[in-house]
């Protein structure tokens, strides 16, 4: 009987019954129609995933594939031969090593056979058992109770699966330099394995942890709190059909020699079958564990209750698989794993019929590269509180839990390296800067005679003449006057006029201090960045490769201030002022604010101290809301009004003593980030480590503010870092504050052609001449601003800067939402915030509307229903049955 309602969507009905619907409604043609429905599989698994779990996640899984193997073709031992922990490593026979991580390329029918042994072999699912022994005496014990197994063959089948395990762990005698100075895992001497390889007995297998799992390096690649997943495949010649079984315990335990390293086992796959089929075998138990590596069904088989539960897995995985024609594609070829892995939260929300939380139009944001950026969210910190300080209150609030963090959390040596990077970016910026400014205010001129190292001798015989004339010219006068100051203020070419000759180093034109100066630029930033993405390199061990890449900057600038001293060139120096005091003399530290300017200065500067404070606002805002950006993963919250707060403050401190403002610098700022940025210190073979978050702490800050207040008292070190080394730092981290930034992948977008441009998300859903027209208003804004910039208008650039916020919001009436909120991220709106609000109450309610914006594939906006009333669903039967059949 139908539901008491008028409107139906084709969801509610089964596939067999919407042709029927659709000729009682007058339609022809059903077939042509495309149905958004999902699969029964798919059904059945959303009900499975759906079910509230108040437990911790499953963990993840170290599948180990071992085969039944003979022993110079007498005594026969489980062989590891592969194993997964996201992707595939096999053993090389010929090498004895292991492959390369790989993506495992599987044959369909190796699926379709899989599938045969779920529906067909034994199924036990929250086994208790503590050995394995015990778990093999029970399967067989099932499959004699159900007729699959003959009760004489069960010893032959418990000696099979009891053979001791061989694992691939035993080490070349040859070891590479990276090899050197680690602990070799030492194998069993030859008289265990012989012992092992021919006893009799059916517990053969060890129940506790060999030396060589223990002493396994690969365990540092497996997860903390991992579980195995073992895989058992083989041919025997005592069975006439496969012995098959899947097993799944109730609590995970350590099986002893079983698995290659010393991990609990929680789920185990079996089977035994007849000869003459070991490569079937061997691509059933690759399928298995492919399967058991993938994120979706190895949530299923943690929370299967039965058979149909797992069938329902390999049907939802076979429906996402990809294939790839045989005369197009050599199977042998190994893919190499991605550099960012798929995530399979897409597949889950599409399954459970949930909605991904989209905003400002519609377009994900998963922060994967080339996807335009994680965008902004608008959090607690910059919403409006209606009471007076009520932003700074709620920042001090936030903050104040983690002040004691904030320093424990400094603890490690990426905190050094972020401390000295910084510092010389900052010290080099502040006496650079310094010096500018103390040229604009008149400064007293830290000047050396010997600098210019120059010394004009005059000529005895001038001299002698000059003297004796009675007659003197208005030049001798000048000579004169020379002769009354000091012989080095004269010019070179008042020397070269007076016959004088010039003596001294700096005489001597020296042509290859500018080619020396490049090299040192070009050559530091070039270090830089090889040493930066050493992280990724295939040398020397993973500690040595991240301990590199963080101390990057400093080993380029040390070995390149090695270079300048080698080679003995005279570059240019880091000038360091040697006392700490007042530019000028002439007053102290306190400047009084009431001098000896007329009253109208103090009017008239009204106006430029507003175009400051909107510079110093905006530089200081955007740069937070840059470093803030929910991509960088930070958990302690943003403290926008407090910042802002203490930049106010020093800001005044500053200008009473005559110091130079400061506020957050965009570039620097993101350098730091970039400095202190964690990533997992354990990943899958193949996969790239995985970003955590920001090592959040105050102490790199203090300390670099700290050091470049001791710089005074460092100068006679400082002063032998050649000024082109620190340039060359400076266009590496400008160069490394881009990356990633959408802005310049659009304007390299303008050079190619369209078969060669990269997959980037926005290029998908946005037409590549809209993508261009956004680019070219950016690069005329930015034009306008560099001009302003570099003319005497410069004063009105802070107010350029606001009029951006005008040109962006101008933007609206040119572009449709849905290509801005791929093209620019914005704020969210209120009403974009009710719709969110609204979409996850729909997800609560177990909505079935799945994320079409996120497919290939245009949206549906209506599905496509019927109104049918219930009289005539009464009145009239369903095509092809028979009254009988209905009632």
Request: charged share 20%; aromatic share 10%.
């Amino acid at each position: 009987r139908l539901p008491h309602a008028h409107t139906f969507t084709f969801e509610n009905f089964p596939v067999k019954f919407r042709s029927s619907i659709f000729r009682l409604a007058g339609l022809s043609h059903p077939w042509f129609v495309v149905f958004p429905s999902v699969t029964p599989a798919a059904e059945r698994i959303r009900f499975i995933l759906g079910e509230d779990d108040s437990g911790p996640p499953p963990p993840q899984l170290f599948t180990e594939l071992d085969e039944l193997l003979s022993v110079d073709g007498h005594e026969m031992e489980w062989k590891e031969t592969a194993r997964w922990i996201k992707f595939e490593e096999k053993v090389e026979k010929g090498g004895e090593r292991w492959s390369k991580p790989h993506v495992a390329t599987l044959s369909l029918h190796s699926l379709f056979q899989l599938k045969n042994c779920i529906e067909k072999g034994t199924i036990k699912l929250d086994m208790e058992a503590n050995s394995l022994q015990q778990i093999v005496e029970i399967i067989t014990d099932s499959q004699i109770e159900s007729g699959q197994l003959k009760a004489d063959l069960k010893e032959m089948v418990m000696y099979t699966l009891l053979r001791k395990h061989r694992h691939q762990t035993k080490k070349s005698n040859l070891r590479s330099l990276a090899d050197i100075g680690k602990s070799v895992s030492s194998a069993s001497s030859p008289t265990t394995a012989h012992r092992n390889l021919t006893s009799n007995s059916l517990n053969d297998l060890s129940d506790k942890p060999e030396k060589d799992q223990l002493n396994n390096k690969f365990m540092k690649k497996v997860p903390r709190d991992a579980e195995a997943s073992n895989v058992l495949v083989g041919e025997v010649d005592f069975l006439d059909s496969p012995f098959v079984a899947f097993v799944r315990l109730q609590q995970s335990v350590m099986l002893g020699g079983l698995t290659e390293v010393p991990v609990p086992t929680r789920f185990l796959f079996i089977l035994l079958g007849p000869k003459g089929k070991a490569k079937s075998y061997h691509e059933i138990g690759r399928a298995i564990a492919t399967l058991m590596s993938d994120e979706v069904f190895h949530d299923i088989a943690y929370k299967a209750k039965g058979r149909g539960d797992l069938l329902a897995g390999i049907d939802e995985f076979l429906d996402e698989v990809i294939v790839l024609p045989p005369g197009e594609w050599d199977p042998d070829i190994r893919i190499e794993p991605p550099k960012s892995i798929p995530s399979a939260d897409k597949r889950k929300n599409f399954i459970a019929g949930g909605e991904g939380l989209q905003m400002n139009g519609g377009a994900p944001h998963d922060g994967s590269p080339g996807g335009g950026g994680g965008g902004h969210a608008v959090g607690d910190e910059l919403k409006f509180t209606g009471r007076f300080c009520g932003g700074l209150v709620l920042d001090v609030k936030r903050k104040l839990p983690f002040y004691a963090s904030d320093f424990y959390d400094a603890l490690n040596i990426q905190s050094l390296s972020a401390i000295l990077f910084i510092y010389l970016g900052t010290v080099t910026n502040a006496i650079t800067f310094g010096g500018l400014l103390g040229d604009a205010t008149d400064n007293i001129k830290q000047h050396n005679t010997h600098k210019e190292n120059v010394l004009c001798l005059i000529s005895g015989y001038l001299m002698l003449h000059l003297t004796l004339q009675h007659t003197v010219e208005f030049s001798d006068v000048l000579f004169f006057q020379h002769l009354n100051a000091t012989w080095a203020s004269l010019t070179r070419s008042e020397c070269l006029e007076w016959g004088g000759q010039l003596v001294g180093s700096a005489c001597e034109y020296v042509p290859d201090i500018t080619l020396m100066s490049f090299i040192l630029f070009f050559g530091t930033y070039t270090c830089s960045m090889g040493l930066k993405k050493f992280k990724t390199s295939r040398f020397f061990p993973t500690t040595v490769r991240k301990l590199i890449s963080d101390f990057a900057i400093i080993l380029a600038i040390l070995i390149f201030c090695g270079v300048d001293a080698l080679v003995g060139v005279d570059t240019p120096k880091l000038i360091v002022p040697s006392e700490f005091k007042p530019t000028s003399p002439n007053r102290g530290w306190f400047v009084p604010p009431f001098g000896g300017n007329p009253w109208w200065v103090y009017l008239a500067s009204l106006l430029p101290a507003l175009l400051v404070t909107i510079l110093l606002f905006m530089d200081q805002q955007i740069t937070a809301v840059i470093v803030n950006r929910k991509e960088h993963k930070l958990k302690k919250g943003a403290g926008y009004h407090l910042d802002l707060f203490w930049v106010s403050v020093l800001m005044i401190v500053c200008s009473f003593m005559g110091l130079p403002w400061y506020v957050a610098a965009t570039v620097i700022s993101i350098a730091h980030i970039d400095s202190l940025k964690m990533e997992t210190e354990t990943s899958a073979p193949g996969e790239q480590p995985k970003f955590l978050g920001v090592r959040e702490q105050r102490v790199t800050g203090t300390m670099v503010f700290i050091l470049t207040g001791l710089s005074v008292f460092m100068a006679p070190i400082l002063k032998f870092i050649p000024m082109p080394v620190l340039y060359g730092v400076f266009l590496y981290m400008g160069v490394a504050s881009l990356n990633g930034v959408q802005f310049m992948d659009r304007l390299q977008l303008l050079l190619m052609p369209a078969k060669h441009q990269p997959d980037l998300i926005y290029l998908r859903h946005v037409p590549l001449r809209r993508v261009h027209f956004f680019t070219f208003i950016q690069v005329l804004c930015l034009a306008l601003l560099w001009v302003l910039k570099s003319t005497v208008a410069a004063i009105i650039f802070p107010v350029m800067i606001l009029a951006l916020v005008a040109v962006r919001k101008a933007m609206d009436y040119v572009f449709s939402q849905h290509d801005l909120s791929y093209l620019d991220d914005v704020m969210p709106e209120k009403d974009k915030k009710k719709k969110e609000d609204e979409k996850k109450k729909k997800k609560k309610k177990g909505s079935i509307d799945s994320d079409m914006n996120d497919s290939d594939f245009p949206a549906i906006e209506k599905v496509p229903s019927i109104k049918i009333s219930m009289e005539t669903m009464q009145q009239e039967p369903v095509l092809g049955e028979k009254p009988s059949d209905r009632e």
